[in-house]
């Protein structure tokens, strides 16, 4: 069983910066992708930003280009996101998110973490 455990998120001035953390645990054969979707009130799920484990490429949305930036962490199956520059309209619930397989002949699975606030506000 796969788990994500994300950390960080709370309340910010706009201009502040913020870092979430996810972790990964249980059995994990590989990794594909892990990386953060966002969703704010009366909105669809986005995918802020997502790393490729296999080759270290990343995406981000186009809203967050320059201001976040996302990291592989210290610890195997860890993700970083910094965010920089927060503005009001990055808040949401942030979700970490994972695209892995369990068993080397599993299927590719995502997996979510439970979701950490974000809030930007004066």
């Known amino acids: 069983q796969v788990q994500l455990v994300e950390s960080g998120g709370g309340l910010v001035q706009p201009g502040g910066s913020l870092r979430l953390s996810c972790s990964a645990s249980?059995?994990?054969?590989?990794?594909?992708?892990m990386g953060w979707y966002r969703q704010a009130p009366g909105k669809q799920r986005e995918l802020v930003a997502r790393?490729?484990?296999?080759?270290?490429?990343?995406k981000y949305t186009e809203s967050v280009k320059g201001r976040f930036t996302i990291s592989r962490g210290v610890a195997v199956n860890t993700v970083n996101l910094e965010m920089d520059d927060l503005k009001p309209e990055d808040t949401a619930v942030y979700y970490c998110?994972?695209?892995?397989?369990?068993?080397?002949?599993?299927?590719?699975?995502?997996?979510w973490g439970q979701g950490t606030q974000v809030t930007v506000s004066s």
């Open positions: 998110y994972g695209a892995l397989r369990a068993t080397e002949f599993g299927e590719l699975s995502d997996y």
């Open positions: 249980g059995t994990i054969f590989s990794t594909k992708y």
């Open positions: 790393l490729d484990a296999w080759d270290d490429s990343v």
